[in-house]
């Protein structure tokens, strides 16, 4: 069989490929943007890659397209696919047909800390001796590849609200069905296809809805968003985890930086994690996968131990590089609450250290200005911030350079993000690069610049 992916190189569709092609179809694909770390995969695994959604693309011999949410009636391709008549699915009902069945699924969800919380519990049970697939948005550093079959019963599926496809309008996660749900947290995004909170609760709870009475629900209990969904209706146990609170998981922080913790069931002690990542939103992740692990048969004390080895994610606060003691971090930012829990995350960490932030506001809803008031309240913690501003940006960047607390400004392309960053970068900083999207290599374009400087070039 063989398999053509519209939008293949996005995080999820990469993974139906690496899928796809570990179950032994052939794919090939098609993208308009294409930027690593899913390009380096794709090419790793062989997959012909061809740039531009050109209806040629699709060869004539493909039984099936998988078409991805990021394209629309109008796109070339998608125009010639409905005009042939060609058998065509979406990623997440493909996974749902081809991969799940049989399979006990943990769906992890949240506006934030999908990726990691996903990352995290495969680590924990490949930790545990469980050979679990699992589909996430990010390629872990520990395992190299952002998809599996695996050889376990349990499957570890990141799952996102966004809509499906172009003919399908529901979230995602309504596919898969899951045994094991995590909610990890529930706040406004995605603009331009919700127009509310209460759109995106409701979406939430028809996640809720598919997750059976023998199976658990595994809750923020500090976010009442969350709450409220619950309150919609629940037929499946739920568990709740949280630091401050009453909650059947909880953690207490031994270094304020939550690069230590004490972690609690039920009031009894499971053990201590001490490792590499930082922040409160991480502990909470921590939290939720342990959850998981407990929920599928495996003892938290035994695998906390190998959190101490996690080796985290790519673009997850990813250290890429440091030059004369100043060190740099690319990191996958979408939404003010992420942007601001990252930097306190490594503020507790550096104490009085500089941090220098670049900021490509890209998400949909970050373009439509859908963020834009809590925007500048979520770089407190930075001492300078540089915005690149592209024409295409709907807001006004200058009003949340104004709000900003520290030196702020915003600049129209990448080279004049690099120079303002290298007049304000200085020994010891922490330079920090948050975009969804590709950032046109802009951490490393900087990392060579910094380089150049250090050495005299």
């Known amino acids: 069989m063989k398999i053509h992916i519209l939008g293949i190189a996005g995080t999820f569709m990469g993974g139906v490929a690496a899928l796809a092609r570990e179950s032994g179809v052939d794919v090939e694909g098609s993208d308009q943007a294409v930027y690593p770390p ?30 991805g949410n990021a394209l629309s009636r109008g796109n070339p391709a998608v125009e010639a696919l409905l005009d042939s008549g060609r058998r065509y699915t979406s990623g997440a009902q493909w996974l749902a047909e081809r991969v799940l069945p049989g399979r006990t699924t943990i769906a992890i969800a949240g506006t934030h800390g999908k990726t990691t919380t996903s990352t995290i519990l495969a680590w924990l049970l490949e930790s545990a001796g469980r050979d679990a697939g699992f589909l996430i948005g990010g390629v872990p550093d520990d395992f190299g590849v952002s998809a599996r079959l695996g050889s376990d019963p349990v499957f570890v599926v990141e799952a996102d609200e966004y809509d499906t496809a172009f003919f399908d309008k529901r979230s995602k996660f309504v596919h898969y069905r899951p045994q094991v749900a995590v909610l990890n947290n529930l706040e406004f995004d995605h603009a331009d296809i919700f127009p509310d909170l209460a759109a995106i609760e409701r979406q939430f709870h028809h996640l809720v809805r598919t997750v059976p009475g023998s199976g658990r629900l595994l809750v923020n209990g500090e976010d009442a968003n969350l709450a409220r969904v619950l309150e919609m209706g629940c037929w499946t146990p739920v568990e709740r985890f949280g630091i401050d609170g009453d909650f059947d998981w909880k953690a207490r922080l031994v270094e304020a930086d939550g690069s230590a913790f004490e972690v609690f069931h039920r009031g009894t002690a ?62 996958f930012a979408h939404h003010p609450t992420a942007i601001e829990t990252t930097l306190a995350g490594l503020r507790a960490s550096v104490g009085d250290g500089r941090i220098v932030v670049a900021m490509e506001p890209r998400s949909n809803s970050m373009r439509l200005g859908a963020h834009a008031d809590a925007l500048a309240p979520a770089f407190g913690d930075a001492d300078a911030v540089v915005f690149l501003h592209r024409p295409e940006l709907a807001w006004d960047a200058g009003r949340v350079v104004a709000a900003v607390r520290g030196d702020a400004l915003a600049v129209p392309d990448v080279d004049a993000l690099v120079a303002a960053l ?20 802009a951490p490393r374009r900087f990392l060579r610049a910094l380089a150049g400087r250090a050495g005299g070039g």
Request: contains cysteine.
């Open 270 to 331: 499971a053990g201590t994690v001490r490792w590499p990542l930082l922040g409160r939103h991480n502990v909470m992740n921590a939290l939720g996968a342990l959850a998981a692990c407990a929920a599928v048969g495996v003892d938290p004390a035994a695998v906390i131990p190998a959190l101490a080895r996690f080796g985290s994610v790519k673009r997850r606060m990813e250290r890429i590089g440091e030059v004369a003691g100043t060190v740099v971090y690319d990191d």
């Open 422 to 441: 290298l007049e304000r970068t200085r020994p010891g900083d922490r330079v920090v690069f948050m975009s969804n999207g590709g950032f046109d290599d």
């Open 38 to 67: 899913m390009s380096t995969q794709l090419e790793r695994l062989g997959i012909a890659l061809r740039q531009g959604y050109s209806p040629g693309h699709i060869s004539a011999d493909a039984d099936e397209v998988i078409v």
